[in-house]
């Protein structure tokens, strides 16, 4: 049973500009081809360059050499080098019957070439040939740019789950927490800042790429993920923690970690984003001197990205109201991260923040936490306790 790909009704419709100088030619070939496909016709390069650029572009352009002003060569070149135009197939039709004319023109980016005098059977079955190419091309470009735009359709829509998940189990926790949802977005952008202000430093280059720092921002959230697994009488309490209490509201980073080792283990797969995620959930309170909990981890034993979240929340804690503390100002809070320095924190980190702490600055505005929001939270201690 013939293809229908190539059947003598596929191309009805299709339309082959003829470009040549001389009427007569012109002639021959536009009584040739009407009867099988539309016909388009050019007595020169320029005007075959404008009906090929135009609104409506042939499907095969058949083009003679010898053309004063434009000849064929430059213009097959000229059509190859632009993108709406490099798909049409061209070819020769042409008196210069030498064999270097004919490499020359395959070089040029034609599809074939046929010297005069022509044989019509010849003409109509290459020109044939050449639409069914055309056409087999056309599906299979048309069909890998359909499956490029699904398939980005359909990452774009599961990285949106995936960043929607990720804020929401997030504010899950923080609203059992004398932190608001503002302390989400306030870490996320500070974390940010310290990564980009370390990008060119010898430590820190290698880590903070474009896609690290696209993984930190959107995986800091979950840093204080563990606190579902707190006591709300502990995480709630708005004086001071006795020891054992402590140790209990300290077992948060593995709990964090812990859920979210289970859920990429579930998943089957390492994700970057979970990957992260449990560095900073897990280590985002250990200190630079070795004194954090939960591993003791000394200096760079400590993750980069626990190294920065640890900056990063303390500063946010010093500088927001909670149910249990007035705010501090923002010029006090730098100067307690300063003091910090080789002690709680990663020394370069604290010289980032140093130069970026107007940026802080900004942030905690524009992210603050409105008085309805504590009074909410304050009316949640109070039921908890």
């Not at 009427?23 to 009407?34: E, F, I, R, V, Y």
């Not at 370390?198 to 696209?214: E, G, K, Q, V, Y």
């Not at 697994?229 to 995480?235: Q, S």
């Not at 970026?356 to 409105?370: G, M, T």
């Amino acid at each position: 049973m013939p293809d229908p790909m190539f059947s003598d009704t596929t191309f009805d419709k299709a339309t082959v500009l003829v470009v040549d100088d001389t009427p007569d030619n012109l002639a021959l070939m536009s009584g040739l081809l009407k009867d099988r496909y539309r016909v388009k016709v050019a007595n020169g390069g320029e005007k075959a360059l404008r009906i090929a650029r135009s609104d409506q572009p042939p499907d095969l352009i058949l083009l003679d050499v010898m053309m004063p002003g434009m000849d064929g060569y430059a213009v097959c070149m000229a059509l190859k080098s632009a993108p709406e135009t490099r798909d049409i197939p061209v070819i020769f039709l042409t008196a210069k019957s030498q064999v270097e004319d004919e490499q020359r023109g395959l070089e040029c980016g034609a599809t074939d070439y046929i010297t005069k005098p022509i044989s019509p059977p010849i003409v109509l079955a290459r020109v044939k040939t050449h639409l069914a190419l055309k056409a087999s091309a056309d599906f299979l470009r048309d069909k890998a740019t359909f499956l490029e735009t699904e398939i980005l359709k359909r990452t774009r829509e599961i990285v949106a789950i995936q960043d929607v998940t990720v804020l929401a189990l997030a504010s899950l926790a923080e609203t059992r927490d004398s932190d608001t949802g503002n302390h989400i977005r306030r870490t996320q952008h500070y974390v940010k800042i310290l990564a980009e202000q370390l990008r060119t430093h010898p430590r820190f280059a290698s880590f903070c790429t474009d896609f690290n720092i696209m993984l930190l921002f959107k995986s800091a959230p979950l840093h204080d993920i563990g606190k579902v697994g707190i006591p709300d009488r502990i995480l709630l309490k708005p004086g001071k923690l006795e020891p054992h209490e402590f140790d209990i509201m300290k077992t948060h980073t593995t709990l964090g970690y812990n859920a979210i080792e289970q859920a990429e283990q579930a998943l089957g797969t390492e994700v970057a984003i979970l990957s992260m995620a449990k560095q900073i959930a897990l280590s985002h309170q250990e200190k630079w001197d070795g004194s954090g909990y939960p591993e003791a981890l000394v200096g760079d034993a400590i993750p980069i990205p626990a190294r920065m979240m640890a900056l990063a929340d303390v500063y946010d804690a010093l500088i927001s109201r909670r149910v249990y503390k007035e705010p501090m100002p923002h010029e006090q809070a730098v100067e307690i991260i300063l003091q910090g320095r080789c002690k709680h924190f990663d020394p370069d980190i604290v010289d980032a923040f140093a130069e970026s702490k107007e940026k802080f600055r900004e942030i905690a505005a524009r992210y603050s936490d409105s008085d309805a929001d504590l009074d909410k939270l304050r009316a949640y201690a109070s039921i908890a306790q």
